[in-house]
């Protein structure tokens, strides 16, 4: 018996130390916030495969010179082929164009699967994408990276000019989708593309400034107008709309006809109750005084040709379709002041985030934003979320607070970490996540740590995102962690999952029902299954396997175009499998069998 626990004792430490030593994968990497991308691929035709090329879209003027596209084979991993590339990208339109990198007959491998990367001036993989399946770099720019696959292939039997290539409208990689076997365009912008980064072609105006209320008889109201956009406008195709919101209505109580005034690009407009007591004034209308009605709430609207081209909601929200994202908020409380696009002119379709209230009026020329842009508000991280599919505050600038759940920062990782609300801020409402996604990578944070983040509310690919980041605070550290909310399966719809994004979750006493494939298996608990991330640590699930437990963080990712959900464990010992030893079970251990004593 004692050689018998002798030998035991020393497999256990040896297994003990080999996962301790295990190099987790870098995640699968897109790239999809990349501006200079893999755009277009042919690989494989009827016949002897010929004009195989791969086309690289990015800005116009981009200089390649010292960029690299290296194509890797699949089986084993290894890389086969290595172009430089030199030369400017030209303009195709929209700023932006494309590079053509041609190869001999035969010269890209036919998949199932192969890849290629992406390689900037730096030796940085830009990109690294595959085709027919996913598979791992060995050696090269890529090594140790989870290629992404394009989820489109060519079969073989295509003809010979066909292509993969990009469709959508945008600038960046993520703007676009991936489209099946087509006539090539190589050298061209593929079909059904187009790169939109220059301004819109047609006038663009935007309310600016509204000074509603004055302090007792309302004497000096007035609505400022600015062209926004690159070209001049003739007002004359415009009217502005003055809107009663009463109980969440939309009554309109005025309309006024613009007169037939050029505004130049950069120009401001004023429409005013009486041109003597309102600088600037462009427009006298009538009455002379209570010309503006004081909200709770109300609005005034733009129209171009009949069309609704803007429109600001103040102190809450007019009813449809007067409000963009919400007036909650936003008010003139009949003190000296106006409320005011901040910066001057900009304009994200969320009028309590475009819009101050500063106490310096400007009829006629720039918003007096104080040197500052839109204030960020603290708000709850459940606030962020809201209880629907998309957050209230897109675009809005804010600031919260919480702990660090799941820190993703490192290169090849999500460039991120979770935060989620500690247990004694939550809010109660089962239908709001109590935790969010922080794109941000710059600023080192650490599980349990307690920061204040201060950003930019956004919506990518499902997910709730806070970007665009100006401030991590990190304000204490080693916190105990919130509690890991049980997360009950079945779920009764898809979206529930929504209220649980972000945050820490558990799921108890699961088998598995799929290996791994593209970086993700599948667990079910007997009543309904869910996904888990096999991206940052190397474990291989045997199907039938059981696991007592899994704790990780929900997030969520894309594939052909649907959005899916799933867990990711941050380390091996979020895993709590079978293992039986004396009465005892091991956390975080990979062991494939039980064994007895």
Same mark, same amino acid.
């Given at each position: 018996m004692k050689n018998r626990l002798m030998i035991l004792a020393s497999l256990l430490f040896m297994l003990l130390l080999a996962t301790q030593t295990a190099q987790p994968l870098q995640a699968a990497f897109a790239n999809p916030t990349?501006?200079?991308f893999i755009n277009e691929i042919h690989y494989d035709n009827t016949g002897t495969d010929a004009g195989e090329s791969v086309e690289v879209g990015g800005p116009a003027g981009t200089d390649l010179t010292g960029w690299s596209l290296v194509l890797y084979n699949g089986n084993g991993g290894a890389s086969y082929n290595t172009t430089n590339l030199s030369g400017s990208i030209p303009d195709l339109g929209g700023g932006f164009g494309v590079a053509v990198i041609n190869y001999p007959s035969n010269g890209i491998q036919n998949g199932s699967p192969d890849g290629l990367a992406l390689v900037d001036a730096g030796s940085n993989v830009v990109q690294f994408l595959s085709y027919e399946g996913t598979f791992i770099a060995v050696g090269g720019p890529a090594d140790g990276m989870l290629s992404t696959d394009i989820g489109v292939s060519e079969t073989g039997s295509g003809a010979?000019?066909?292509? %993969?290539?990009?469709?959508?409208?945008?600038? +960046? $990689?993520?703007?676009?989708?991936?489209?099946? !076997?087509?006539? &090539?365009?190589? #050298?061209?912008?593929?079909? #059904?593309?187009?790169?939109?980064? #220059? =301004?819109?072609?047609? *006038?663009?105006?935007?309310?600016? !400034?509204?000074?509603?209320?004055? *302090?007792?008889?309302?004497?000096?109201? /007035?609505? !400022?107008?600015?062209?926004?956009?690159?070209?001049?406008?003739?007002?004359?195709e415009f009217t502005l709309e003055l809107v009663n919101g009463t109980g969440g209505g939309a009554a309109v109580y005025d309309t006024i006809a613009l007169p037939a005034v050029s505004l130049a690009s950069?120009? $401001? /407009?004023?429409?005013?109750?009486?041109?003597?007591?309102?600088? &600037?004034?462009? %427009?006298d209308d009538? =009455?002379? +005084?209570n010309f503006i009605q004081n909200g709770a709430p109300d609005a005034v609207a733009l129209r171009f040709n009949g069309t609704l081209i803007d429109t600001v909601s103040y102190e809450g929200d007019t009813g449809v379709p007067y409000t963009e994202g919400s007036g909650a908020g936003l008010e003139d409380a009949g003190v000296d002041g106006s409320i005011s696009r901040c910066d001057d002119g900009v304009d994200t379709d969320q009028n309590n985030v475009d819009f101050v209230f500063t106490g310096t009026i400007t009829p006629g020329a720039e918003n007096s934003c104080g040197g500052g842009g839109p204030i960020a508000q603290e708000v709850k991280i459940h606030e962020v979320q809201g209880n629907g599919s998309a957050s209230p505050l897109v675009d809005a600038l804010v600031v919260i607070e919480g702990i660090v759940v799941g820190d993703f920062q490192e290169y090849g990782q999500l460039g #991120?970490?979770?935060?989620?609300?500690?247990?004694?801020?939550?809010d109660g409402d089962p239908a709001t996540s109590e935790g969010v996604f922080v794109y941000n990578y710059s600023n080192g944070v650490s599980v349990g740590d307690v920061v204040q983040v201060t950003g930019?509310?956004?919506?990518? &690919?499902g997910l709730t995102e806070i970007t665009n980041v100006t401030e991590v605070v990190v304000i204490s550290s080693e916190n105990t962690l919130p509690?890991?909310? +049980?997360?009950?399966? *079945?779920? +009764?719809? /898809?979206?529930? /999952?929504?209220? $649980?994004?972000?945050?820490?979750?558990?799921?108890n006493n699961v088998e598995v029902v799929s290996g791994v494939s593209q970086g993700n298996w599948i667990v079910d608990d007997s009543s309904g299954a869910v996904y888990i991330s096999n991206d940052f640590f190397t474990y291989n699930p045997t199907v039938g396997e059981s696991l007592l437990s899994i704790t990780g963080v929900v997030s969520s990712f894309k594939h052909n175009s649907d959005i899916n959900y799933k867990i990711i464990p941050r380390t091996i010992n979020d895993l709590e499998l079978f293992y039986i030893l004396s009465g005892f079970t091991i956390q975080g251990m990979i062991f494939k069998s039980s064994l007895y004593i």
């Open positions: 990349s501006t200079i010979v000019g066909n292509s %993969l290539q990009l469709t959508g409208s945008g600038t +960046t $990689y993520g703007d676009f989708t991936w489209a099946g !076997e087509q006539a &090539n365009t190589f #050298g061209s912008v593929n079909n #059904g593309q187009t790169f939109s980064s #220059g =301004p819109a072609a047609d *006038p663009v105006l935007v309310i600016n !400034e509204i000074d509603y209320d004055q *302090p007792s008889t309302d004497t000096a109201e /007035f609505v !400022e107008i600015k062209n926004v956009g690159t070209v001049s406008a003739n007002l004359n950069g120009d $401001y /407009f004023v429409v005013c109750a009486n041109a003597a007591t309102v600088a &600037n004034c462009d %427009l009538s =009455p002379d +005084t #991120g970490f979770h935060v989620q609300e500690e247990d004694t801020d939550v930019q509310v956004a919506e990518y &690919n509690t890991a909310s +049980t997360l009950s399966l *079945p779920v +009764t719809n /898809f979206d529930d /999952f929504e209220a $649980y994004e972000g945050m820490l979750v558990k799921v």
